[in-house]
Each structure stands twice: as structure tokens, then as C-alpha cells.
């Protein structure tokens, strides 16, 4: 079996992109485990697939490298959009995009692409976080190994704790307390975790650790739920530059109380899958 491919990313944020209209991949979790692997597969973050849709212009599923199936993704569905725009398989300038977080809407941007994330969800049972009933999801202290954090808790469509730091987030261990984060028995569908150090008020710098990828170069509903939390600390104001270390992007939490982020979807080459 020959499957097409696309190998795209959003700030090094990389992804595989197959288009799946026409046929249906047996086992997406088994397949994104093979071919995201960087030895022995493609390479990528995540995988993403192209379905048609009853409900909206196309529909995006989503599998993490470890072949968990995930609700959304913030710079994966800016190249979800580019990868339509490119092909000619849409001419509208505002796309409704099915995903399991809801209907999320990508418009172009200049040469970037805007995306309108949806409203942030700030309840700890929706998130979902298993607090006490009286608990806030604000700097709610968690003890891991050796440190205490205080975590903000906020769901852009999928789960986030985030953690301000006075380290300088460039040397600090994201791997050995992101693990015991993302599975920490507090959240019971596992967590992405951002590190975060405050510049100014209008920008942030951010590394990250994704559920099933590991550390990345950068997550779009991450910096999203950072944006959100740090304006919900009043740590900055309601638009801001959230740096990473695959590029910036810019998040603007708005006076609808939507959250849109906007920055950069790129397509790095093209290939064909000789699929037993």
C-alpha cells in the first residue's frame, strides 16, 4: 500500500500530515508510533490526518509519537490549514476545522496563519484536574521530587499546567519534571507541561513538555494556555510574544474572551509510504 505524505512544521513543531479522504489507515495509533520515530521512521511530533467532515470544512485527527490520540493542536493545525490552502482543496479565507476539542477556525495571516483557539476553559473538572472542590486552578502548589511548583491549571481544548519560574528556563530540567508532571495522578487524562520565565510584559519565554512527544520545539495550545495564565496572574497584559525554541508566536486573548494565535506553518518536503 503507497501513502502519501506530507512532513510540515509550526515553529519546529513538526508533524507528518496524511490525507486520508479517499482511503481509511487501519491503525493510526500503531502507524504514527512507526513512522514518527526518528531512527527508524519519518520523524515527527505528531501526526495529523485529513478526514472529510457532516459537521464542518474538513475534519483533523491527531495521534502524539507514542500513539495516543489527542483533542487539539495549536501549531498543527496552522500546517492542517496551510496543507489545504496549498492543494487548492479549500478557497475560503476562514476554515471550520472539526477536531475532538470542537470546531476550530484557521484564517490567513499575511504570510502566517491566525487561529481562533476557542474560549479557555478555567474549570478544574473540564480541564480536567482532580482538585478539591475550593481549590483555585491558580498557583496551586505541587510538590515533585525535590521542588515545590506552583501550577496554573488551563485546557485550550486539551490539558496544561503551567509553571512560572525564577530559574532561568534556558538550563533548567524539563525532561526529569515534566515526566513526573505529565503523570502525576492529579490529572487523570495526563498533562502538557509549560516552564515559563517572564521577560516583560508583553513577551514570554517558554519551553515545553507534551503529553506522548516529550520535550518539543513548541506547542500551540502551550503557549496559548501560558498567555492565558500569565494575564489571569497579571503578569502581563492581554496580548503577548510567547518565544520558544522553535520560533515565536504571537496569542491575543480578546475582550470575546477568545484566545487567537497566530505564527508560522511551513511544508519541508513531500513523500510517498510503502506501507505493508
Known sequence: MKIPFTKMHGTGND?????????ELPDPAAFS??????RFGIGADQMLLLYPSKSADFTMKIFNADGSEVEMCGNGIRCFAKYIWDRNLSSKQVLDVETRAGIIRPE??????????????????KIPVNLQSQAKPVDYPLSIADREFNVTFVSMG???????????????????YGRKIEMHPLFPKRTNVEFVNVVNRHELIMRVWERGSGETLACGTGACATGVASMLKGLTERRVTVKLLGGNLSIDWAENNHVY????????????????
Open 261 to 276: 494565535m497566530t505564527g508560522p506553518a511551513v511544508e519541508v518536503f513531500e513523500g510517498v509510504i510503502r506501507d505493508a
Open 33 to 38: 508510533i512507526r513512522y514518527c520515530h526518528r
Open 108 to 125: 490567513h495571516s499575511g504570510a502566517d496563519v491566525r487561529v481562533d483557539m476557542g474560549e479557555p476553559i478555567l474549570d478544574p473538572q
Open 158 to 176: 486539551n490539558p496544561h499546567a503551567v509553571i512560572f519560574l525564577d530559574d532561568d528556563v534556558s538550563d533548567f530540567q524539563v525532561e526529569r
Open 15 to 23: 508533524f507528518i500530515v496524511v490525507d486520508c479522504r479517499a482511503f
